[in-house]
């Protein structure tokens, strides 16, 4: 059956190839962009063939735009399938953990930690008007405790202490809603969302992303979610 699915950050790298499977897949997407006009380019494209997408400005540094979003939402559908929080700054610098620099931080946790919990609150009562509403969120297995003890690279200090915070809102989320909303976080692994990055082509992402989506029993819930399964936090 035809289902309902925002994902942020939709007009490039993993967002735009799941935008892409969706649709093709029937689904209905909200395309969700900070850039109108790449949006719309992307929406046209989604409907060439057929396939049903709509436009939905959310700029996760721009709370605003995120309230406006899930007022459209709740008025044009009153329920939300699916919420992909994909949207995310991805810090993959090489500055050691003493060296990082305070805008650098303040950006990275203003969309991956703040930006990710306003968008999945303010979509909260679509979510649970859903017969099976679910939440994934991207997050990444060096974001993990069970990682750092056998970590030795001291970058992406950012990332990692942001997709912690992804992590812990997943779980909290999570025991506040057991029954209504399923809440899951995932780690794709390096993905070669475009051509400076290396990692697996971006369909690895798809599947993985497809994979969880379509796993409706409760024991994925409040998890981290990579390729062989649930992984330790
Ligand atoms: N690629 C990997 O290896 C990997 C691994 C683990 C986790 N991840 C995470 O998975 C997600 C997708 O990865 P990717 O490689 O496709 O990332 P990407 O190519 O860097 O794309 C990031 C997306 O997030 C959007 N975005 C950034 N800041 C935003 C904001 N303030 N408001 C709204 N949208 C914003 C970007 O929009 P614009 O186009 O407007 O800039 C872009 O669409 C990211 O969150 C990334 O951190 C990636």
Redo the contacts with the bound molecule.
């Keep these: 059956m035809s289902k309902s699915v925002l994902i942020?950050?939709?007009?490039?790298?993993?967002?735009?190839?799941l935008a892409q499977k969706y649709v093709e897949d029937g689904d209905l997407v909200l395309v969700?962009?900070?850039?109108l006009n790449?949006g719309l380019d992307v929406v046209d494209e989604l409907r060439a063939d057929g396939g049903q997408a709509r436009l939905l400005q959310?700029?996760?540094?721009?709370h605003g735009s995120v309230m406006q979003a899930g007022q459209w939402i709740g008025e044009q559908f009153g329920k939300l399938d699916l919420l992909i929080?994909?949207?995310?700054?991805?810090d993959?610098h090489d500055i050691q953990a003493s060296h990082e620099d305070s805008e650098s931080l303040h950006q990275t946790f203003?969309?991956?930690v703040l930006?990710t919990y306003l968008v999945t609150q303010q979509m909260l009562p679509w979510l649970k008007a859903a017969d099976d509403g679910m939440v994934i969120s991207?997050?990444?297995e060096l974001a993990t405790f069970a990682n750092f003890a056998a970590s030795t690279p001291t970058t992406g200090l950012g990332?990692r202490i942001s997709?912690m915070g992804v992590n812990a809102m997943t779980v909290l989320l999570q025991n506040e809603l057991q029954g209504e909303v399923h809440f899951r976080a995932v780690?794709?692994?390096?993905?070669?969302?475009?051509p400076a990055?290396k990692?697996a082509p971006?369909a690895t992402?798809v599947d993985l992303i497809q994979k969880i989506d379509q796993h409706k029993e409760s024991d994925w819930d409040g998890k981290l979610i990579g390729a062989d399964g649930v992984l330790p936090f």
Excluded at 187 to 194: E, M
């Design positions: 942020t950050g939709a007009t490039r790298g993993i967002g735009l190839a969700g962009t900070r850039d790449r959310i700029d996760l540094m721009d929080n994909n949207a995310g700054v991805f993959d203003d969309v991956n930006g991207m997050s990444d990332q997709r780690t794709p692994g390096p993905i070669a969302s475009n990055r990692g971006v992402a």
